[in-house]
């Protein structure tokens, strides 16, 4: 029979070497820079990263999380390479390229908007720039929330009546590119938060109708256009799947439906993608 004793000392001594075994991997682990090797124009990119680790990407530090984990955004016209520069505690400075995959853009014609938005008189012209300016700033900050690393939800359910990226012409007048994704639903159905996040503007603008914008941290924002609603105030923290708003058909819109853009901080990415990530 085995001592009672020397059992004891086995365990004592398996439970050890495995603790080290599993502080040896997590270390190990830790030292890791994954980011993908291709993406497309419009992308989210979440790459992973040794924590405490000093990131760059076009001119701007990025945050890191606790684990290490690390998001920025491709714009729509973005070409060749995305340079994401890495120094890790303690070591030297790396840097990755990410190959930036181009997309086709189609042309959407939109008709039947009001004309005075899209050919706005002087007085107006002049309330959309202190508007859109406005929305500018509530994007130049974000916070160190981390809803940006959940799986997205839509925020409504319905067809796809607009993508993002597309070029549009406005009652024959050419207009910029489609900032997000328009998803048709009827006046008074809810939107829900498609990630957690905290309201960081709210207000009801010539062109965009009833505004919601939610900071999901890092960088990463949602904006809600068109809302006939407005369930949240700034500065309230939302929880994914909560009910921010209705669907409507306010500012420059033919029609009820939801445009739901996404951004880091000023730089536009593709909802859609975001959802199939």
Do not use: C
Not at 124 to 130: D, L, Q, S, T
């Amino acid at each position: 029979m085995v001592p009672t004793a020397r059992i004891n000392r086995h365990i004592v001594l398996h439970a050890l070497s495995l603790l080290v075994f599993i502080a040896s991997a997590a270390h190990a682990d830790d030292t890791r820079m994954v980011f993908p090797e291709r993406v497309p124009q419009g992308a989210m990119v979440i790459g992973k990263v040794p924590p405490g680790s000093r990131v760059v990407h076009a001119g701007r530090e990025l945050r890191v999380t606790d684990y290490g984990s690390v998001v920025f955004g491709v714009a729509r016209d973005a070409s060749g390479t995305a340079a994401v520069t890495v120094t890790p505690p303690g070591a030297s400075e790396r840097t990755v390229r990410i190959a930036i995959a181009p997309r086709d853009w189609p042309i959407e014609r939109v008709d039947g908007v009001p004309p005075e938005t899209v050919d706005p008189p002087p007085e107006i012209a002049e309330r959309i720039g202190r508007e859109q300016r406005a929305v500018a700033r509530a994007r130049e900050t974000s916070d160190d929330g981390i809803g940006f690393t959940q799986d997205f939800i839509r925020p409504v359910p319905g067809r796809i009546s607009g993508r993002f990226g597309s070029q549009r012409v406005y009652n024959g007048t050419p207009g910029s590119a489609h900032s997000g994704m328009d998803i048709a639903a009827a006046t008074g159905t809810p939107v829900k938060a498609p990630a957690a996040g905290r309201v960081v503007f709210a207000d009801d603008l010539y062109l965009t109708g009833g505004t919601v914008l939610i900071d999901h941290g890092h960088g990463i924002g949602s904006n809600f256009l068109h809302l006939s609603k407005m369930n949240i105030g700034v500065g309230e923290t939302v929880e994914q799947g909560e009910i921010i708003g209705e669907v409507g058909a306010t500012g420059r819109a033919t029609g009820p439906h939801l445009h739901w853009g996404m951004t880091w901080y000023a730089t536009r990415i593709d909802p859609l993608l975001v959802l199939e990530r």
